[in-house]
């Protein structure tokens, strides 16, 4: 079982829908949770950080994490075809540096 | 452009070849990173850096697999005698010492064994 865990999609949805991405993870120690955006052969963008449960918003994104069921969720508010990408959940845990992976979600948003 | 740079972009090789990657992260990063990300997978942990001091090392990154940052600048990833399974795509990330929240990814290089 890999440690974080992302539905791969791809998910499709009308330009102006709100997008839901989701990971699951199993290690309790993970302390801090990241949101990268990677366009196609390109590198991964950070996109959102965040270390406690609760919610973090930043223009149309919101990180949410609920460590009590171990799910890591971001919501895209009026999503653009410029969104379509592959999403990236990362965690870390106590006294490591190593950002650990889902596989990504690849979402297209279409006119 | 400040942020992390990686050469080259694209690298094809045949197989039992040699090969290097160099990785210059932004200049006020004291913390290095290399990942190799294949397709349809999300990037795995290869090693990291502070400073020139090599701390962390990952099972993937077998013998073969050599990485330095003798400067406590830029870093080179090398791969002796390459195999078909190397191929991927090798990225490198930077960050401020004890803000492994905020990694900074460059573009990555492409290897393709043949």
């Known amino acids: 079982q890999k440690e974080v865990e992302q539905d791969p999609g791809p998910l499709s949805v009308p330009e102006g829908a709100i997008v839901s991405l989701n990971c699951t993870y199993s290690?309790?120690?993970?302390?801090?949770f990241m949101w990268y955006r990677q366009y196609s052969r390109k590198g991964p963008e950070l996109l959102m950080y965040?270390?406690?449960?609760g919610n973090k918003e930043d223009g149309r994104f919101t990180a949410q994490v609920d460590k009590s069921s171990k799910y890591i969720s971001l919501f895209i508010r009026d999503s653009q075809p410029s969104d379509s990408a592959t999403y990236l959940c990362a965690a870390v845990g106590r006294g490591t540096d190593k950002l650990i992976f889902g596989t990504g979600t690849r979402l297209q948003v279409f006119p | 452009d400040t942020g992390v740079s990686q050469n080259p972009r694209h690298k094809i090789t045949k197989r039992g070849q040699n090969v290097t990657f160099r990785c210059d992260p932004i200049?006020?990063?004291?913390?290095l990173y290399w990942y190799r990300q294949t397709l349809g997978q999300g990037p795995e942990f290869l090693t990291y850096f502070q400073n020139e001091a090599q701390l962390e090392k990952s099972r993937l990154l077998s013998d073969r697999f050599s990485a330095e940052r003798p400067k406590g600048s830029f870093s080179t990833l090398e791969i002796q005698r390459t195999e078909q399974g190397d191929s991927a795509m090798y990225l490198c990330?930077?960050?401020?010492?004890?803000?492994?929240?905020?990694?900074?990814f460059g573009p990555g290089t492409r290897l393709t064994v043949l």
């Open positions: 200049s006020e990063h004291n913390r």
């Open positions: 990330a930077s960050s401020f010492p004890a803000r492994t929240d905020t990694q900074y």
């Open positions: 965040t270390y406690s449960s």
């Open positions: 290690n309790s120690a993970f302390q801090y």
